[in-house]
Nanobody, 123 residues
């Protein structure tokens, strides 16, 4: 019954910033580990950032460390991905995902998914 809906994607120039949001419904988000994944054309879906149920453990792909920040607001049932210093290679469809157990920051370990939001970084 958990539903996830992403928003905030769009076109941004290199070096710009964007904040993605994911609204959860059906369950309280505090029951879930969360993650952001992305898929560029012709590439496998990759884990961008994941956070444990408690929010005390986070993972970031090496390619986004220092630039992206995952956060959650359980009271609002929201997940966020703040993206700074965006690069053209960040262009992808970004997906919000949730899991009852936080195993790995890989798509196979996250059974619940949003519909995705397109992020395009281009000048």
């Amino acid at each position: 019954q958990l539903q996830l809906v992403e928003s905030g994607g769009g076109l941004v120039q290199p070096g710009g910033s964007l904040r993605l949001s994911c609204a959860a419904s059906g369950f309280s988000l505090d029951y879930f580990a969360i993650g952001w994944f992305r898929q560029a054309p012709g590439k496998e879906r990759e884990g961008v950032s994941c956070m444990s149920k408690s929010g005390r453990s986070t993972n970031y792909a090496d390619s986004v460390k220092g630039r992206f920040t995952i956060s959650r607001d359980n009271a609002k049932n929201m997940v966020y991905l703040q993206m700074n210093s965006l690069k053209p290679e960040d262009t992808a469809i970004y997906y919000c995902a949730a899991a009852g157990l936080f195993r790995r920051c890989v798509s196979a370990d996250f059974p619940s998914w949003g519909q995705g939001t397109q992020v395009t970084v281009s000048s």
